[in-house]
C-alpha cells in the first residue's frame, strides 16, 4: 500500500506563506482523489482541499482564495500552497488519497504554527 509522508510544516508569520508537500511511496496515479486535513488543538480534523485525478479542486471555504493545492504525478507528490496565513490557520496538516483499494493510513502529519 501507497504511503503518504508530509513536509513543509514550521513557523511562520501571520501574512506569509508557506507550502507544503506530500510525497507518496508509489505512483499517485491510481488515486481518485488527494487531500489536505488539518487538526488545530483539542478539535476535530476538517477537511482543507482536496485535488481530483483530472485537477478538479475543492476548498474549504475558510482557505478559499488563499490556498491552492496540487498534484505533480512525475514526482508523486501533492502540494498545498498556503499564503496570506492567519492565527486560525495553526494545526497539524495532514494528506490522504483515495483509490480503488481504499483510502490511505494517516501519516504524522506536519505542524503548522502561524504566529507574531
Known amino acids: 500500500q501507497v504511503q503518504l509522508v508530509e513536509s513543509g510544516g514550521g513557523l511562520v508569520q501571520p501574512g506569509e506563506s508557506r507550502r507544503l508537500s506530500c510525497a507518496a511511496s508509489g505512483s499517485i496515479r491510481s488515486f481518485n482523489v488527494m487531500g489536505w486535513y488539518r487538526q488545530a488543538a483539542g478539535k476535530q480534523r476538517d477537511l482543507v482541499a482536496i485535488i481530483t485525478s483530472d485537477g478538479g479542486t475543492f476548498y474549504a471555504d475558510s482557505v478559499k482564495g488563499r490556498f491552492t493545492i496540487s498534484r505533480d504525478s512525475a514526482k508523486n507528490t501533492m502540494y498545498l500552497q498556503m499564503n496570506s496565513l492567519k492565527p486560525e490557520d495553526t494545526a497539524v496538516y495532514y494528506c490522504?488519497?483515495?483509490?480503488?483499494?481504499?483510502?490511505?493510513?494517516w501519516g504524522q502529519g506536519t505542524q503548522v504554527t502561524v504566529s507574531s
Open positions: 490522504n488519497a483515495q483509490s480503488a483499494l481504499g483510502y490511505t493510513p
